[in-house]
């Protein structure tokens, strides 16, 4: 079993950034890929990008250019770094691994 906890969403300005923290637990981190998604209030939830265990990364279009995804293996996290950020990201943010997900954290921009 996987538990994933995010951290450092917020409240910010329109052009402003933020970093998102996922801390997950269990063995074998460094072997798995993880997601990070995100849900608007009435929107289908939307895949955001991927770390795969090798360090490869994709983007959603929407984000691509913008947010970067990264991990710390011996700390047992993957990071959103996420710029220039827009009202329409605004959402509740998740990180995901082998089908499990954290509790999510919200993403609030202002414009």
């Known amino acids: 079993q996987v538990q994933l906890v995010e951290y450092g969403g917020g409240l910010v300005q329109a052009g402003g950034s933020l970093r998102l923290s996922c801390v997950a637990s269990?063995?074998?981190?460094?072997?798995?890929?993880i997601d990070w998604y995100r849900q608007a209030p009435g929107n289908q939830r939307e895949w955001v990008a991927i770390?795969?265990?090798?360090?490869?990364?994709d983007y959603a279009d929407s984000v691509q250019g913008r947010f970067i995804i990264s991990r710390d293996n011996a700390k047992n996290t993957v990071y959103l770094q996420m710029n220039s950020l827009k009202p329409e990201d605004t959402a509740v943010y998740y990180c995901?691994?082998?089908?499990?997900r954290g509790q999510g954290t919200q993403v609030t921009v202002s414009s």
């Open positions: 770390i795969r265990r090798t360090g490869s990364t």
């Open positions: 995901s691994s082998l089908g499990f």
């Open positions: 269990g063995r074998d981190f460094a072997r798995n890929a």
